[in-house]
């Protein structure tokens, strides 16, 4: 035991050795400085960014799939969710679950929704049904002490 004593560095605090705001290292990099190695790419780039940008949009015309790709992902902004229109039938029991699991699977063989936002109501059913047994549970649980306090 001893010789782990031994071990330990003397003097080192143990836990947060900086008070909270405090930096670990104060003369360490300066906020708002950049990467040398960005700072030099971009001198690369100056004044090539046009001549670069035209040289792709005509290898996508070549049909080039990355230039393609590149292209459009810099033209086209990404694909956020979208607003669903869909009328979820309403879930007071679990014996309404099989209804509603019902509607959102017609729902995706219609094409009203895509499998991904299936996916997302069957979260939410899930999340509902919980809910109502927790709740049933705790009704319940409630009921039985009642029951025990008069007893």
Known sequence: MSQLRALKPKGKPR???FRKGQSGNPRGRVIGSRN???LAAQALLDGEAERITRTAVEMAGDRDPTAVRLCLERIVAPRRERVVQFALPPINSPADIARAMGAVTAAIASGA???GEAEA???VVDTFIRAIDVSD???RLQAVEAHAARS
């Open 15 to 17: 836990g947060r050795p």
């Open 36 to 38: 040398t190695a960005t």
């Open 113 to 115: 929704i895509t499998p």
């Open 121 to 123: 109501f069957a979260r």
């Open 137 to 139: 549970f705790e009704r």
